[in-house]
């Protein structure tokens, strides 16, 4: 599942903080990193709460004194937190609140495949939502996320009705 979390991430963190210093990119590979990663049975941590902590404290007493730097890498934690709300995590209690939780860390069981199939759909047209909200058709945009992992609200194309003035 990338496309869920892919497409879910960026744009509800864009909504929420709406920041010009915030690097999308690294939003987005903090959400979609712990997918692959749980592809490993054994990497079950990443459903913990105790990575997007430890991701946090990382970039905040890494970029001690530089502010910039914090702000840039904030988007990873941001993203693994993003993580964990879209794919439910908090209902497997005991992988979640690892090592504070007491008894054994529960398997990772499967969705059924209509769901994935439904989530994955959901987060492709949440892509495509985004591409033209932001408006990423345009080389320059496109080019300044790539680039600095800037996101921008582009200007809405104005309609008959509005020249009209309804």
């Known amino acids: 599942m990338l496309l869920w979390f892919a497409g879910l991430a960026v744009p509800a963190v864009a909504a929420v903080f709406s920041s010009r210093g915030l690097d999308y990119r690294f939003v987005l590979a903090g959400a979609v990193v712990p997918s692959l990663a749980l592809a490993v049975e054994a990497l079950w941590i990443m459903d913990s709460l105790l990575l997007p902590i430890g991701a946090m404290t990382a970039v905040m007493l890494g970029g001690w004194g530089r502010r910039l730097v914090q702000r840039r890498w904030l988007g990873v934690p941001i993203g693994l937190f993003c ?3 879209l794919d439910g995590a908090w209902l497997r209690t005991e992988t ?9 860390v529960a398997g990772r069981g499967l969705r059924p495949i209509w769901l994935l199939v439904g989530m994955e759909l959901i987060g492709a047209a949440a892509l495509w939502w985004s591409w033209r909200r932001f408006g990423l058709a345009d080389p320059a945009r496109r080019r300044d996320f790539l680039r600095a992992g800037r996101l921008a609200v582009a200007p809405r194309p104005r309609g008959r009705w509005r020249r009209a003035g309804l």
């Open 83 to 85: 993580h964990l709300v």
């Open 96 to 104: 979640f609140w690892w090592p504070l939780g007491a008894g054994e």
